[in-house]
């Protein structure tokens, strides 16, 4: 019932937002429809990850209830965001963009790449896409990790690997971290051309050039971009492995400092996270936040983007 009164809610927006004239669009016209758009797009985006989230968090052997949930709201939520009537407005409105404010124009474009990823003109291949991700889901966050016969959750092999300086230890703990990847495998060889295949529906090459082209790249410039800095960072990152290697082999008492860092001697289950192999002491950052309130906060924190030259925050 619900997903039949946001698709009639998303007729009715397009239906109401046609522009006055067929050659020309307005801003008021545009701002109309996006008023209309975002409304409801808030509306179905709530629903379905609020599922998302009860089916991540909440996963009980057997019962599949979550799981149904969470494919039927993002069968709903695709249902509106893909929705091809919705997006030749879209495309409608933005063969106009001169007519219409940079801001609008960002925000058609924004409702389109998202409009890519859920179209109605691979609604199959986005049905299936919705389920196997839903299954991943369950098969990451259902599975029993192990140590010596035992039970234990991944907090528990993150303390490992953060505090304990027994190297076997810590080698089985980062070995049955593993684990999972051969259960996830068969299936994210699936969901990849699942993805590929529904965005392709609309131009793309696959999945991957349509997620750069977010940031308004090409895959061989996102590529190109990320190995100039790779090379531009190598020299820091060169050091810093030195200085790991060296220190860890100290703390975990070897003998030998191997030429490459191994991935169970760093304090994380990626090696993404380096951070506590550096003890400062006497800092507590809670004393210090503690007589701040919540726009202090995010003053700073906007203040610490700004000095790396993005813009400030539109005002509320």
Avoid at 178 to 199: D, M, W
Avoid at 230 to 242: G, Q, S, V
């Amino acid at each position: 019932m619900r997903s039949i009164t946001i698709v009639s809610g998303l007729l009715l927006l397009i239906a109401a937002c046609k522009p006055s004239s067929n050659n020309e669009v307005s801003q008021k016209e545009a701002q109309a429809f996006l008023d209309s758009f975002n409304t409801e797009y808030v509306k179905v985006y709530t629903v379905y990850t609020e599922a998302q989230w009860t089916s991540n968090t909440h996963i009980v052997t057997g019962d599949s209830t979550n799981a149904v949930a969470e494919k039927a709201t993002g069968k709903m939520f695709s249902d509106f965001a893909g929705n091809k009537l919705m997006v030749d407005r879209i495309q409608f409105f933005l063969k106009q963009k001169d007519n219409l404010t940079a801001l609008q124009v960002r925000e058609l474009n924004a409702a389109l790449y998202q409009a890519a990823n859920y179209t109605q003109t691979a609604s199959q291949a986005v049905a299936d896409r919705i389920a196997a991700e839903t299954r991943q889901t369950e098969t990451l966050y259902g599975y029993t990790y192990k140590l010596n016969g035992k039970t234990v959750t991944t907090n528990d092999i993150d303390k490992i690997l953060r505090d304990d300086n027994d190297v076997n230890k810590r080698l089985a703990a980062w070995t049955e971290s593993k684990e999972i990847g051969k259960q996830l495998k068969g299936g994210l060889t699936n969901l990849r051309n699942l993805r590929n295949k529904v965005v392709q529906s609309l131009g793309y090459n696959d999945y991957f050039t349509y997620q750069v082209s977010d940031y308004g790249l090409t895959s061989t410039e996102m590529l190109d971009l990320c190995k100039k800095i790779n090379r531009e960072l190598y020299p820091l990152y060169r050091e810093l492995h030195t200085y790991a290697r060296y220190e860890l082999a100290k703390k975990y008492r070897q003998n030998e400092v191997p030429e490459y860092l191994p991935a169970h001697w760093t304090p994380n289950r990626w090696s993404q996270d380096w951070s506590s192999l550096v003890e400062v002491k006497g800092i507590n950052l809670d004393s210090i936040l503690k007589p701040k309130n919540a726009e202090w906060i995010v003053k700073e924190g906007q203040a610490f983007y700004e000095s790396l030259g993005y813009p400030a925050l539109p005002p509320v």
